[in-house]
Nanobody, 125 residues
């Protein structure tokens, strides 16, 4: 089992920045990918960014490419999502997730086994 705890959400004006953190505990050695997903109000949850924990390859949704950066600190079992140039449409509940499978789309949420409780990000225009 893997436990995930997100932090770092909040409110920010458009153009601002936030950094989300996701601390993992438990059987973290089994995790192949860590990802960030978000669910805007009234919409379905979507993949935002993911990182292969072994090789460090990163993957991004087109809407955040160049603005968001996913990174990891293996010593702390923590994954970060640095969000810059935030837009109103980035407003959502952001979830951290972990998966043990290697194969499958990096942003395919159905492939993820463990989920955090979510953290709210609100961007005002």
């Amino acid at each position: 089992q893997v436990q995930l705890v997100e932090s770092g959400g909040g409110s920010v004006q458009a153009g601002g920045s936030l950094r989300l953190s996701c601390a993992a505990s438990g059987t973290t050695y089994s995790v192949q990918f860590m990802g960030w997903f978000r669910q805007p109000p009234g919409k379905q949850r979507e993949g935002v960014a993911a990182i292969h924990t072994g090789g460090g390859d990163t993957y991004y949704h087109d809407s955040v490419e160049g603005r968001f950066t996913i990174s990891q600190d293996n010593a702390k079992n923590t994954v970060y999502l640095q969000m810059n140039s935030l837009k109103f449409e980035d407003t959502a509940t952001y979830y951290c997730a972990a998966r043990t499978a290697y194969w499958g789309g990096a942003l395919a949420q159905h492939t993820y086994d463990y989920w955090g409780q979510g953290t709210q990000v609100t961007v005002s225009s």
